[in-house]
C-alpha cells in the first residue's frame, strides 16, 4: 500500500488524493485544535507575555473546590504583624494587645485538590495596577481589607488619601507604585438603612428595594468589587419595601408582623447585585464582583465571660460541621451569586464569583480576639466580666487565607483573559 501525504498530492495517485484531501483535513483540525489546548503558545516567541508558565498552566486547567480542604501547621507564620503594619484596627491587634498565646498565626489552608500559594504582594499589585478596588460591607469587610493592606504593605507603601465618618467608616489608600485605590465603605446591609442600634428605639430601618448609595454611586469608579455582610441582619429591624412596611424583625411592641432575617438578607442581596449589574453593564466599562460568604462567629459561653471563645486550637477534620444559622446565611448567598451569574455570562466585563469562605473559618476557633479585643485584659487579674470578640479576626489571622484565595480567583481569570487574546 501506498503511504500518502495528505496534503501533498501523490504523482502517479493524483484522484484518490484529491477526494482525500478534504477528509484529511477535517481529520487535522481536530488534533490541531488539541494540540493548540494543551500547547497553546508553543509557537510564539519566548520573551510573548501569554506564554504562561508550566505553573501557570497547571493553575488554569485545574478547577479548585477552595472549601474543600483543612488547616495544616504552618511553620512559615503571617507575612506581617502589628508593628510592621499601621493599619490594623485596635480591637483585632490580638498581639499588641498582649495575647499570649501565639500558635494561632501557624496555621495553613491546605485545599484537598490544589495548591493555595502564600499570599504573593507583588502578583497582586501587578495584576490590578490602575484599579480602583472596594470593599463594600460591614465590618467583617474592613477585617478583611486591613488584612488585605498589610500585607501588600509589605511590599508598596499605601497612602491614605481619604478618610471620612466616625471609626473609619470610609477610607481610601493609594498605592503609588502600582496606581491601586482601595476602599472600605461602610454599608452593613447594602440597602439604604437607619442605624438605630445605640440611640431611640433599639431597632435598624432598612429599605430592602433602595440601594445605599453611599457606594452605590461611586460604582462608576469601582473596578472590583468585594461585598462583605451577615451580622448585621440578625439586629432587632424593621423592614420597608416599596414605601410600605414589610415586617420586622425583633420588634415587640411596634405592632409588625415578625419575618426573621433570612428572606430580608436576601432581597437587599438581590437589590445590591442588581444595582452593579444595570449601572456597570449598562456602560459596559466591567466590574469584578466577590461576595464573601458568612463568617462564623464562635461563643461558647456568655460574651462577658472569660472563656466566651477559649480554643487555642484550628477544629479538626469532621469535628465541627457546618449546620444552623451559619449554613442557612451562606445558602442563600451561594443561590443569590450563583443566580446571577447567568445572566452576568452574557455582560461584557462582568465577572462574579463566591469567595466561598464560611466552612474554613468555621474550623478557626482559635481566630479571634476574644478578650484581647481590649489591651492587656488581664493585667490587673482575672475580672468577673470581660467583654469578647467572637466574630471578628486576629489581623495577622484566619482572614488573611480570605485575601490569598481571592489573589488565586484573580490570578486564574487573568490567564484565562490572557488565552483569549
Ligand atoms: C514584627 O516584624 C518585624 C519585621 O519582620 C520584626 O522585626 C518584629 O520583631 C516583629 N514584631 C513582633 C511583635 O513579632
Ligand atoms: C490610575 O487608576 C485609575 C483607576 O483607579 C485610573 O482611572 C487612572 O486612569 C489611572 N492612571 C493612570 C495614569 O493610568
Ligand atoms: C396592630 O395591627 C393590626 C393590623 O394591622 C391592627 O388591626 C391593630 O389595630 C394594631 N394594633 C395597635 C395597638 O396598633
Known amino acids: 500500500?501506498?503511504?500518502?501525504?495528505?496534503?501533498?498530492?501523490?504523482?502517479?495517485?493524483?484522484?484518490?488524493?484529491?477526494?482525500?484531501?478534504?477528509f484529511a483535513l477535517y481529520a487535522l483540525l481536530p488534533i490541531a485544535l488539541l494540540c493548540f489546548y494543551f500547547h497553546p503558545f508553543h509557537h510564539l516567541p519566548p520573551n510573548n507575555p501569554t506564554i504562561l508558565t508550566k505553573e501557570e498552566e497547571i493553575v488554569y486547567e485545574?478547577?479548585?473546590?477552595?472549601?474543600?480542604?483543612?488547616?495544616?501547621?504552618?511553620?512559615?507564620?503571617p507575612l506581617y504583624n502589628g508593628t510592621t503594619c499601621g493599619t490594623i484596627k485596635d480591637g483585632q491587634n490580638c498581639i499588641s494587645h498582649g495575647r499570649p498565646d501565639l500558635d494561632y498565626l501557624y496555621w495553613r489552608w491546605r485545599p484537598s485538590q490544589c495548591k493555595l500559594p502564600r499570599f504573593s504582594p507583588n502578583t497582586f499589585l501587578r495584576l490590578l495596577s490602575n484599579k480602583h478596588i472596594a470593599f463594600v460591607g460591614d465590618s467583617m469587610a474592613r477585617n478583611q481589607l486591613e488584612s488585605l493592606l498589610c500585607m501588600l504593605a509589605t511590599a508598596s507603601n499605601p497612602n491614605l488619601v481619604y478618610r471620612d465618618g466616625e471609626d473609619n467608616k470610609f477610607r481610601t489608600?493609594?498605592?503609588?507604585?502600582?496606581?491601586?485605590?482601595?476602599?472600605?465603605?461602610?454599608?452593613?446591609?447594602?440597602?439604604?438603612?437607619?442605624?438605630?442600634?445605640?440611640?431611640?428605639?433599639?431597632?435598624?430601618?432598612?429599605?430592602?428595594?433602595?440601594?445605599?448609595?453611599?457606594?452605590?454611586?461611586?460604582?462608576d469608579h469601582i473596578d472590583m468589587i468585594l461585598l462583605s455582610i451577615g451580622h448585621w441582619f440578625l439586629h432587632p429591624a424593621v423592614y420597608y419595601e416599596g414605601g410600605l412596611v414589610l415586617g420586622c424583625h425583633y420588634c415587640p411592641g411596634l405592632n409588625h408582623t415578625e419575618i426573621g432575617f433570612y428572606d430580608v438578607m436576601r432581597k437587599a442581596l438581590k437589590t445590591a447585585l442588581k444595582t452593579i449589574i444595570e449601572r456597570k453593564g449598562a456602560n459596559g466599562n466591567g466590574i469584578d464582583v466577590f461576595l464573601a460568604t458568612f463568617s462564623p462567629s464562635h461563643f461558647e459561653g456568655e460574651w462577658d465571660k472569660a472563656g466566651a471563645c477559649p480554643k487555642t486550637k484550628p477544629y479538626k477534620e469532621g469535628e465541627k460541621m457546618l449546620e444552623g444559622m451559619d449554613a442557612d446565611m451562606r445558602a442563600i448567598e451561594v443561590e443569590e451569586i450563583e443566580a446571577v451569574k447567568v445572566n452576568a455570562k452574557q455582560i461584557e466585563g462582568l465577572r462574579i464569583e463566591m469567595l466561598d469562605v464560611t466552612k474554613l473559618s468555621l474550623m478557626r476557633p482559635d481566630g479571634h480576639p476574644g478578650p484581647y479585643m481590649y489591651p492587656f485584659p488581664f493585667a490587673n487579674g482575672v475580672r468577673e466580666r470581660v467583654q469578647n470578640d467572637c466574630v471578628h479576626w486576629c489581623?495577622?489571622?484566619?482572614?488573611?487565607?480570605?485575601?490569598?484565595?481571592?489573589?488565586?480567583?484573580?490570578?486564574?481569570?487573568?490567564?484565562?483573559?490572557r488565552r483569549k487574546e
Not at 489608600?173 to 439604604?192: D, E, Q, R, T
Open 1 to 22: 500500500m501506498d503511504v500518502m501525504s495528505p496534503l501533498k498530492p501523490h504523482p502517479n495517485s493524483p484522484s484518490p488524493t484529491k477526494k482525500l484531501l478534504p
Open 62 to 77: 485545574t478547577p479548585c473546590d477552595y472549601t474543600d480542604g483543612r488547616w495544616v501547621h504552618d511553620k512559615m507564620g
Open 395 to 417: 489581623l495577622p489571622g484566619p482572614v488573611d487565607t480570605w485575601n490569598q484565595i481571592l489573589l488565586e480567583v484573580i490570578r486564574k481569570w487573568s490567564i484565562q483573559s
Open 173 to 219: 489608600w493609594h498605592f503609588a507604585s502600582h496606581n491601586i485605590s482601595i476602599s472600605v465603605y461602610w454599608s452593613p446591609f447594602l440597602v439604604k438603612g437607619v442605624e438605630k442600634s445605640k440611640a431611640g428605639p433599639n431597632h435598624n430601618e432598612l429599605y430592602v428595594d433602595t440601594v445605599d448609595e453611599k457606594w452605590g454611586s461611586d460604582l
